[in-house]
């Protein structure tokens, strides 16, 4: 699979395809926060992108719904939209004010922010502000909002909806704040919802219950999730597949199962393992750190963006950005390690023939 084959599939709904954000500033030279992002998402399914902060993950995930700021252009690519009306729509061409960005915005996407108390309102009830987002895009009279938002508060676990509905975001804990934001997130049962790292400000306990709760809500509305993380352990719990960013360059994407298995770029078989593992005493390994820092997006390689930190750059890596490689039918990486018959032979992945062994995958490698 690479993103060409994978975005052929009818079940798309989004695919941002070759997405640079450039953001722009009057006393310095422009700064490509992501560069050419490629990566697709399937109907009722979870996507999780993954990455350390300041990657790139929340800029992807605003682009969609058109809220970046006012110095921030999208130079080249699409994101394509495909809600299932037989329409596809893409997003990078919509002014962010305009009537056609709106009737998506919030209706058939819709969004979960990290810390729900910067997004809601201080000065309007729960009640008073998913009323409105109901308002807004469903042909409800006042009454009727009220009641579905009741119904939606109730569904996402708001014990006492009818009177929580009339609390403000400062009258509730944490995790019912993040509750009451999925509950206006869910308003107009969208067909995408981005969830933008709404678990990080959460206690252990809390963040179960939340994944939980997401989980079963996607099923129960049919529609697909985005999920912002840098935590990996939420990637296995919630995710069906798993795109990896680093420097604003998704450098693989697969089944959840098969990338944790199986990771094909260094810089994921880096992140892998640096995690800590419960084990017996006599298994027990140093952690493997990623030596090095990120460099700036001003000092971003030419090539591959891990070149700088990756222990087996060779020759083309620097200058060269290599192109997806599909390593399964459900997996692909922008490596030069797994197409460059000259690379460094690398324990674990799937490189070409090389005097006569043969590849382990002979699908679409390109």
């Known amino acids: 699979m690479t993103p060409q084959t994978h975005m052929a ?43 350390e902060s300041g990657c790139g993950k929340s800029v992807t995930a605003r682009t969609i719904l058109r ?34 960005m709106r009737s998506i915005r919030g ?17 309007h009830t729960i009640g008073a502000q998913i009323d409105e ?10 009454k009727g909002a009220r009641a579905r938002t009741i119904e939606l508060l109730e569904q996402v676990g708001v014990p006492g909806a009818r009177q929580r509905a009339d ?26 919802l981005i969830a933008d790292e709404p678990t990080t400000a959460l206690d252990v306990t809390t963040q179960a219950q939340i ?24 990637v296995a719990e919630i995710a069906d597949e798993v795109a990896v960013m680093y420097l604003g360059d998704v450098v693989e994407q697969g089944d959840v ?6 990771p094909q770029h260094p810089y994921t078989r880096a992140l892998m393992s640096s995690i800590p593992r419960m084990t017996r005493h006599a298994d027990r390994q140093r952690l493997n750190p990623i030596q090095g820092s990120v460099p700036s997006p001003k000092n971003r390689p030419s090539g591959c963006a891990f070149t700088t930190r990756c222990p087996h750059a060779f020759e083309p890596c ?25 690379a460094p032979r690398v324990d674990g992945l799937i490189q070409p023939q090389v005097e006569g062994t043969p590849n382990a995958y002979q699908g679409d490698r390109t």
Request: hydrophobic letters at 40%.
């Open 9 to 51: 599939n009818d079940k798309t709904l989004l695919r941002m395809e070759d997405v640079s954000i450039v953001f722009s500033s009057p006393d310095e030279a422009d700064i490509e926060a992501v560069r050419q992002v490629d990566f697709t998402l399937t109907r009722g399914k979870t996507l999780a992108l993954v990455g």
């Open 67 to 100: 809220l970046l700021d006012k110095n921030a252009r999208i130079p080249s690519g699409r994101i394509l939209f495909s809600p299932g009306d037989g329409e596809t729509t893409d997003i990078a061409t919509l002014k962010p004010d305009s009537t056609a």
């Open 107 to 123: 209706n058939k996407i819709s969004m979960i922010f990290q810390e729900p108390m910067s997004s809601l309102s201080p000065v």
């Open 133 to 142: 987002m109901i308002l807004l895009h469903e042909n409800l009279d006042k």
């Open 167 to 192: 609390a403000y975001p400062f009258q509730l804990s944490g995790g019912l704040r993040q509750r009451a934001m999925i509950a206006m997130a869910l308003a107009c049962k969208p067909d995408l």
């Open 211 to 234: 994944l939980d709760l997401l989980r079963s809500l996607r099923d129960e509305f049919g529609m697909a999730m985005l999920f912002i993380t840098h935590d990996l352990g939420v």
């Open 257 to 262: 199962f098969e990338v944790f298995k199986s």
């Open 318 to 342: 620097a200058s060269v950005r290599p192109g997806p490689t599909g390593t399964s039918e459900n997996h692909w990486a922008r490596c030069h390690l797994l197409t460059d018959p000259e």
